[in-house]
């Protein structure tokens, strides 16, 4: 259930904004902006959780034309990001 969730709701933002790129923090924020309440309780909590779940159906994505990228930045912190772009 929250790999069907993750997978669609990925997919709606690549369809609307072509590309975005942002820490696994900053997902569950845009996810979490188009959520019922019942949705919600099905979302992963922590970041941690959802880098799991989005190694689950990052292969459904990349068959469906969508890259996914992960990486760090390049200054002190080494943040870590994620990038899904058409």
């Known amino acids: 259930v929250r790999s069907e ?3 669609r709701r990925v997919k709606n933002i690549v369809r609307n904004k072509k590309s975005w790129s942002g ?6 924020s845009v996810i979490n902006e188009s959520l019922t309440i019942e949705e919600k309780r099905n979302m992963p ?14 292969n459904r994505l990349r068959n469906r034309g969508i ?4 990486g760090r930045t390049t200054d002190h912190t080494r943040t870590r990001f ?3 772009a058409r």
């Open 5 to 7: 969730l993750v997978f």
């Open 23 to 28: 820490t696994m923090t900053s997902l569950i």
């Open 45 to 58: 909590k922590s970041p941690a959780a959802l880098r799991m779940v989005v190694n689950k159906v990052v």
């Open 67 to 70: 890259s996914v990228k992960f």
């Open 82 to 84: 994620v990038r899904f």
